[in-house]
């Protein structure tokens, strides 16, 4: 029994091109011409393809996927119905004010656009100004208020919850570095008091900062990124791995003590994610690679900051109104593995 082909865009899945008779040859040719195999597009195969363009950081151009297109008869962007698309649904977050952490890039962008066009103020904060600059010249609400700040200094988390002008709905502690994939032996105090310093002092100081005008108001959400590395011991050096863990455990214990004055607390752990986040520093550790190599060839295809927005925002509404405590692995299904 034969079945007509998808129409092909630039937002249909690499996974999807790779599958059709001519997009599939398409990419092979271009791949060949690079001496790379299809092979290295399968952690990207849920990815659509015009994503490539910022993940590859060059070495995919927009005119050559615009010519892919071209070349296999494709059709605009919404033309290929079976790639997800962020839904937004209107009012969701109206009159609430949303605190959102390493807002210039990634999950927290995304989570501040979806939180913004979904009708919430949000007070975007981050070390890098160009980008949170771009953040809010892309949005058209006029809802976002940028922070340059370091979640590291007092200061600086003094001046974000300021910003909220003294309603604090929602908190998304987003902003996070890895590690070098260094072992115990390996692993320098630098790197373990920088990572430390970010993913773990950084969310509970705002955290704790929040939890005022939260507890005022006997009502808000706070939602942590944890990671894969707070689920198990292979993906990711001793330093991130152990500081997401305590990600986990802040996130329980402050669901446990608040939870009887209306504030929910969660956490998402993401897989892998076509995402910016900042490296700690060093290069990359031969012996953490080489141990770690096997296991993280097991993960599923990479998601987009936008499908952890999803998954952010869903906790941080009133969606999320019986759900409190919970660790939700955003990770494609690797955690079951």
Do not use: C
């Amino acid at each position: 029994m034969s079945t007509t082909p998808r129409v092909l865009t630039a937002a249909s899945t690499v996974g999807t091109w790779l599958e059709h008779p001519e997009g599939g040859a398409a990419i092979r040719e271009l791949l060949e011409q690079a001496g790379v195999g299809a092979d290295a597009l399968a952690p990207v195969a849920n990815l659509p393809l015009q994503e490539l363009v910022t993940l590859s950081q060059g070495r995919l151009s927009q005119d050559v996927v615009d010519a892919l297109v071209r070349r296999v008869g494709g059709g605009p962007a919404d033309a290929d119905e079976s790639v997800w698309r962020e839904r937004i649904t209107p009012g969701r977050f109206d009159g609430r004010t949303v605190v959102v952490t390493g807002a210039a890039s990634g999950i927290g962008r995304a989570t501040a656009h979806r939180i913004a066009a979904e009708g919430g103020s949000v007070v975007a904060a981050d070390i890098t100004e160009p980008g949170l600059e771009t953040l809010a010249s892309e949005s058209d609400t006029g809802r976002i208020t940028t922070v340059t700040g370091d979640i590291t200094r007092d200061d600086d988390i003094d001046r974000i919850v300021t910003a909220a002008g003294g309603r604090i709905d929602g908190l998304a502690n987003v902003a996070g570095i890895v590690d070098d994939f260094s072992p115990a032996h390996e692993t320098s105090d630098e790197m373990w008091r920088r990572v430390f310093a970010i993913n773990v002092d950084g969310v509970f100081r705002l955290t704790r900062a929040v939890l005022p005008a939260m507890l005022e108001r006997r009502a808000g959400s706070i939602v942590n990124v944890a990671s894969e590395a707070a689920l198990r011991g292979n993906a990711a050096g001793i330093a991130y791995t152990a500081a997401k863990h305590a990600v986990v455990g802040i996130t329980k214990n402050t669901a446990f003590m608040y939870g009887p004055h209306g504030i929910r607390v969660n956490a998402v752990a993401p897989g892998g994610v076509a995402t910016g986040i900042a490296h700690g520093g060093a290069p990359d550790s031969a012996w953490g690679n080489e141990r770690t190599r096997d296991f993280l060839r097991m993960i599923p295809p990479i998601a987009t900051a936008q499908h952890l927005a999803a998954s952010i925002t869903f906790l941080l509404s009133d969606d999320g109104v019986n759900v409190s405590g919970a660790i939700l692995p955003s990770d494609g299904g690797w955690s079951v593995q």
